[in-house]
Structure formats: C-alpha cells, structure tokens
C-alpha cells in the first residue's frame, strides 16, 4: 500500500502529521468559463508557499489539496509547491456539482466517469505525469440527485478499481446515508469513504451511522470559530469508540481567482498552532491527537501502489 502524492507514491508512514482538506487554489467563476489563463501561477506559488513553509515548520508533512477539477485543480503547481515545501502533497480526480460540472458529466456513462479518473490516478492528471492521490466529489443537501447519484457511482467504481479513497462533500446527514447506500449498492466498502464537512451536520445519530457502517468521519471545518463546538463532536466519537475513524482539518488557504492576490488567505496553522494544545488542555490524550492527525490519514489515503 502507497500514498500517491503529486510527486510519486510514498510509504504511508512517510505522510506524517497531515492535513487532509485544504485548498491552495480555487476558481468559482463555473465550469463553462474556468481557465488556468484566469491566474498567474508564479503569484499563486509565491502567495502561498509562507502558508505552507509555516505547517512545515509546525511539524506538518502532509497536504490533501481537495480542490476538485473545474474549480481550479492545477497539478503541476501543486507539484511545484510540494517540491519547494518538502511537504507530501495529494492531488484529486472526480466531479464536483453544479453549476461546476462539464457538459461531458451529463453525457458520460457511469462507466466512461469512473474509467476517465481510473486514468488520472494510474496515468496521470490532464496530460501531466502528476497522479491523483485520492477520488473527490459533492453531493447536494437532502436527498441525492440524479446526476450526483451517477458520480458517486463512478467514484465507488473507481475506488474499486484503484483502491484509492472517496472524499465526498457531504454536509448533510440525509445525503450521507444515501451516500453510503449508494456506494455498497456498487460492492465498495465504506472505509474507503471519507464523509466530509460533518461537522456542519447538527444532528449527532448522523454521525454515528456513519462511523458504525465504516466509513470515516471528517470535521474539516476548525477554526476558532468552531473549536468549541467541534471538540464536542470530537469527544462523542472517542466515548463511542470511533476514534480510528475520525480525520480533522480547517478547509484553508483559498487562494481566490480573480480576487487581488487571492483575497483574503486563512493560514493552515490554526490545528496544530492552537487547537491541539485545545485538546490537550481538555484532556485529550496525546496518543489521541497522533492517532486522528497521523494514523488516520495515512490509512484513509492508502492505495493500491
């Protein structure tokens, strides 16, 4: 078992202390209109390399970019960061939702979707030898829609294939239960489905469901905002025996196409640099907090080297 990080496949114990949902670089103009000409990648490098070059310096060796095709995925400069920062950073192949889908996700088959990001984890992304890590994808609120419905099929067929994870963008419990439906309808285990934004899902028998058929919970929205009502949540996994399935992040960075320099950047620092000491002054043990920030994703990204 490997992970496939933008610059080859590494041991998984070489990922280290990770960060498994962040953003370098988004573009919400739609996908009928998102070009790489929208933005100068040398300014994106130089903007966001002291973002990066501070995590490392906090300890921090892992980096899942979750920003999907027609939102602004861009491998080569997420190869280029990753080689300036030392830091292992994952790639993505998948669909997101509307309006950021291609005319080509409404015409494709399951099959043709799930053989397109077969492609892109085994050859590589777009042309470049830059091969996605993991597979990520959206689901609206509620029940799930048609053509959501196909792309989670195309990812869970996908998974299959390749062994690579799922990280779905899911911040509702009703769409996570179709979700993972879904995804054993097509022969997938839920340990290769990683729910993310469940910490914007209020009602906590959601939560649960999900850990007890096996997939990974993800509260990947930490800030200080948040740290009180996510170290709850936090808390009811560990006292429910969960805590091998639990992944933490804070969906920062944001480099904003469009915006001057990319408007207002959210550090990646506020995990380690703040809320881990949180956790530990709660009286969350330090075995806890290497088991959710190393462990854990090391063995959610696992796949098939």
């Given at each position: 078992?490997k992970i496939?990080?933008?610059?080859?496949?590494?041991?998984?114990?070489?990922?280290g202390?990770?960060?498994?949902?962040?953003?370098?670089?988004c573009?919400?103009?739609g996908?009928?209109?998102?070009s790489?000409?929208?933005?100068?990648?040398?300014e994106?490098?130089?903007?966001?390399?002291?973002y990066?070059?501070?995590?490392?310096?906090?300890?921090?060796s892992?980096?899942?970019?979750?920003?999907?095709?027609?939102?602004?995925?861009?491998?080569l400069?997420?190869?280029?960061?990753s080689?300036a920062?030392?830091?292992?950073?994952?790639?993505?192949?998948?669909?997101?939702?509307?309006?950021?889908?291609?005319?080509?996700?409404?015409?494709y088959?399951?099959?043709?979707?799930?053989?397109m990001?077969?492609?892109e984890?085994e050859?590589?992304?777009?042309?470049?030898?830059?091969k996605?890590g993991?597979?990520k994808?959206?689901?609206?609120?509620?029940?799930i829609?048609?053509?959501?419905?196909k792309i989670?099929?195309?990812a869970?067929?996908?998974?299959?294939?390749?062994?690579?994870?799922i990280?779905?963008?899911?911040?509702?419990?009703?769409a996570?239960?179709?979700?993972?439906?879904m995804?054993?309808?097509?022969?997938?285990?839920?340990?290769?489905?990683?729910?993310?934004?469940c910490?914007?899902e209020?009602?906590?028998?959601?939560?649960?469901e999900?850990?007890?058929r096996?997939a990974?919970?993800?509260y990947?929205?930490?800030?200080?905002?948040?740290?009180?009502?996510?170290l709850?949540m936090?808390?009811?996994?560990?006292?429910n025996?969960?805590s091998s399935?639990?992944?933490?992040?804070?969906?920062?960075g944001?480099y904003?196409?469009?915006?001057?320099?990319?408007?207002?950047?959210?550090?990646?620092?506020?995990?380690?640099?703040?809320?881990i000491?949180?956790?530990l002054?709660e009286?969350?043990?330090r075995?806890?907090?290497d088991?959710?920030?190393?462990?854990?994703p090391?063995?959610?990204?696992?796949?098939?080297?």
């Amino acid at each position: 078992m490997k992970i496939r990080t933008v610059l080859g496949d590494i041991p998984p114990e070489e990922f280290g202390l990770a960060l498994v949902h962040e953003h370098i670089l988004c573009d919400f103009i739609g996908a009928d209109r998102v070009s790489r000409s929208r933005y100068d990648p040398r300014e994106v490098f130089n903007v966001m390399m002291p973002y990066l070059n501070e995590i490392k310096q906090l300890g921090v060796s892992g980096f899942v970019d979750c920003t999907p095709a027609f939102i602004g995925r861009d491998p080569l400069l997420l190869a280029s960061l990753s080689k300036a920062s030392g830091i292992h950073i994952l790639t993505n192949t998948g669909l997101y939702k509307e309006p950021f889908l291609p005319k080509y996700a409404f015409e494709y088959s399951v099959e043709q979707l799930a053989n397109m990001w077969v492609s892109e984890i085994e050859q590589g992304v777009e042309e470049t030898p830059v091969k996605a890590g993991f597979v990520k994808i959206a689901v609206n609120p509620g029940r799930i829609i048609p053509i959501q419905r196909k792309i989670v099929r195309a990812a869970a067929r996908c998974s299959l294939s390749t062994g690579a994870a799922i990280v779905c963008h899911t911040a509702s419990g009703v769409a996570a239960m179709d979700l993972l439906n879904m995804v054993e309808e097509e022969g997938l285990d839920p340990a290769r489905v990683i729910v993310a934004h469940c910490d914007s899902e209020e009602d906590w028998n959601y939560h649960l469901e999900i850990l007890q058929r096996g997939a990974w919970v993800e509260y990947d929205s930490i800030s200080e905002a948040t740290s009180a009502k996510v170290l709850n949540m936090i808390r009811l996994v560990v006292e429910n025996g969960f805590s091998s399935r639990l992944l933490l992040s804070q969906d920062a960075g944001w480099y904003n196409v469009g915006e001057n320099k990319g408007g207002s950047i959210r550090p990646y620092s506020y995990l380690v640099k703040h809320f881990i000491p949180i956790m530990l002054r709660e009286g969350l043990s330090r075995s806890l907090v290497d088991q959710v920030l190393i462990k854990n994703p090391a063995q959610a990204f696992q796949i098939r080297g």
